[in-house]
């Protein structure tokens, strides 16, 4: 299978100047969260415009830290998409928190804003938008249902590190924003994640429960809560401050690329291409299509693997996932959208390595794919 695997899906792009970075923290002998942790976060910081930004071991954990920070626990209910990773409503779940999982906007993938304001109750603290694939949600109308309702907004921008909103950078427009650094995402360190704010309330929280709730006194600590160790090591640090300085070039190859695959796609019947709306920018952390109703999505997936191409469903309907279904029993009639996206959503090979050629290869290979 691997050998047949000639166009991928994703591929990071790393060379030389993650390995001098890393280098120079070897040899520094402090491995740690330290000066690299820092400076990466300073990058990140600046990038998104905020006054303070939290280096995490993932999104997954940035997420988590952020609701424990902000105090959301048992009788507390957060809206969450219902398209995304489980991640994004797992952090709920593990606080005790109910995740109310809303639908989708088709066009967009991202969280509806009527269900989100028909899902609010009184025991909603918080929401979750996420930036599906690197698009921003639609966030003034969010922020509009959040302010009504007394609501806290953390962005899971995990996708979305550059993308921007109306002229804001994603990440800055709720109370918090949380990155990823996955392979798979705009940067990587491997595993990673970086929790954005400018709430200093929220950023000392947010400090005292990544390293065990301690704070230091000179020598030693005295701990003030039950807290995590999430922390960053200067290792993984020293390839993000090395990427951080490729993330423009990256994104634009990657914006490059999806304009190659809009054109050729263009057209072509059962196929719809991403959407970016005016006033917003977009990472393609996925060049995600939707395909008409009739067609097989995971046929497709299937034939295109015969030949080489490696593709995968957009990403997942919480909903109908066992844990989810079996604990909020939602059907797919609540979330319609969701669930549709979930069955015809279909990720084509975007990574900076890609050729034309390759684009040009898999956009024949799909044509065949769907007609079939
Ligand atoms: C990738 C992703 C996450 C999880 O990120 P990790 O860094 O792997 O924990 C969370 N939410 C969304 C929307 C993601 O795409």
Not at 70 to 77: R, Y
Not at 98 to 123: E, G, H, M, Q, Y
Request: proline share 5%; aromatic share 6%; charged share 20%.
């Amino acid at each position: 299978m691997d050998q047949l695997r000639r166009i991928w899906l994703a591929r990071p792009e790393t060379d030389e100047a993650e390995i001098d970075e890393i280098r120079g923290v070897m040899q520094s002998g402090y491995l740690t969260q330290g000066p690299k942790v820092a400076e990466f976060e300073g990058l990140v910081a600046g990038r998104v415009g905020v006054g303070r930004a939290f280096a995490t071991t993932s999104a997954t954990t940035a997420l988590h830290l952020t609701l424990a920070a902000l105090g959301i626990g048992p009788g507390d209910e957060v809206l969450v998409p219902d398209f995304t990773f489980p991640a994004t409503a797992n952090v709920v779940v593990q606080q005790g928190a109910v995740p109310v999982l809303v639908d989708i906007d088709l066009a967009t993938f991202a969280i509806n804003v009527d269900d989100l304001a028909r899902k609010v109750t009184s025991s909603t603290r918080a929401v979750i938008p996420v930036h599906p694939f690197g698009l921003p949600a639609d966030m003034d109308p969010i922020m509009e249902v959040a302010e009504r309702h007394g609501l806290t907004v953390v962005e899971d921008a995990a996708c979305a590190l550059g993308a921007e909103y109306r002229g804001r950078p994603v990440g800055s427009i709720g109370l918090a924003g949380c990155f990823s650094f996955h392979p798979r995402k705009s940067i990587t360190t491997g595993e990673g994640g970086m929790i954005a704010t400018s709430d200093e309330a929220l950023a000392e929280r947010i400090a005292l429960l990544r390293s065990h709730g301690g704070v230091r006194h000179g020598g030693r600590f005295t701990f003030e809560d039950a807290g995590f160790n999430y922390r960053m090591s200067d290792i993984l640090a020293a390839v993000g401050v090395a990427q951080m300085r490729k993330l423009d070039a990256m994104l634009r190859v990657r914006r490059a690329i999806a304009a190659l695959y809009a054109r050729a796609l263009e057209g072509i019947s059962g196929v719809r291409t991403p959407t970016c709306p005016e006033g917003s920018t977009h990472t393609y952390q996925s060049y995600v299509v939707m395909l008409d109703r009739a067609i097989n999505r995971d046929a497709v997936i299937a034939q295109l693997a015969s030949a080489g191409i490696e593709t995968t469903l957009g990403t997942y309907a919480l909903h109908a996932q066992p844990f989810f279904a079996r604990a909020y029993r939602l059907s797919p009639g609540d979330v319609p959208n969701s669930y549709r996206a979930f069955e015809s959503s279909l990720a084509l090979p975007l990574h900076t390595g890609i050729t034309s050629v390759q684009v040009d290869e898999v956009v024949e290979a799909l044509k065949a794919a769907v007609r079939s």
